[in-house]
């Protein structure tokens, strides 16, 4: 049976809203009737959203590492009411294999990953921003609890977010806010196709080792919806992987 949501007079916000999993989540909450703060780096992409949705979508082009602008966009978007929740899914990723690491792209990939999320969460829960009740997700990925050969930094963030998730779950809990991870497998997007264009033999064979085969977007964006909505009330500090079998190999 089809699964359809009502998030009418709701208000959440999405990092990485310009592509991928974060523009399929964002899409689909305003189908669903919510106001969307979409964040995202590249202005054309939030605009051409809002097009789509109308005062569905509150386009917000700034980069999650820079907190001040971060802070500022939400605090913002808090003033016309409280904020239901958030997904945080905003990431980067390189190559970065021990012979030639590099410090400066693995910081980067923390920042967006781990830390911008963290502080996303920071801000939308305190008592003048967030509803009674908030839920939020963060995007890790089974790099995080698998490892992918030459993806040490990678891998530590979206770790990072499953631990991070579980702490902060319980913190969160005693202000009735839940929060949870969610760890997909390989997905067509943006960010794996240019993964791919530089590593094609690698990524044909982490492929074949999902025994489902690939997934999509909006395969992980029906659980998202699911988790942001009042159905998953008792669900919080979780990880839940959808990956078509990968990490079972």
Known sequence: MNISYNFTEKKFVVTGATSGIGKEVACSLAEAGATVLAIGRRSERLDELKDLYGDKIIPAPLDVNNFVLLKAALEDFAQSGYINGSLHAAGINKFTPLRAFNWTDAENILKTSLYAGIEMVRIISSKKNSAEKGSHVFISSVAGIKGELGFTAYSAAKAGVIGAVRS???????????INAI???????????????????????????????????????????????????????????????????
Do not use: C
Request: proline fraction near 5%; glycine fraction near 8%; charged fraction near 25%.
């Open 168 to 178: 902060m779950a319980l913190e969160l809990a005693i202000k009735d806010i839940r």
């Open 183 to 249: 760890t997909p497998g390989w997905l067509p997007t943006e960010m794996t196709d240019s993964i791919e264009a530089r590593y094609p033999g690698r990524i044909d064979t982490i492929k074949l080792q999902h025994p489902l085969g690939i997934g999509s977007v909006e395969d992980v964006s029906n659980l998202v919806l699911f988790l942001l909505s009042d159905e998953s009330k008792w669900i919080t500090g979780s990880n839940i992987v959808i990956d078509g079998g990968y990490s079972i190999r």
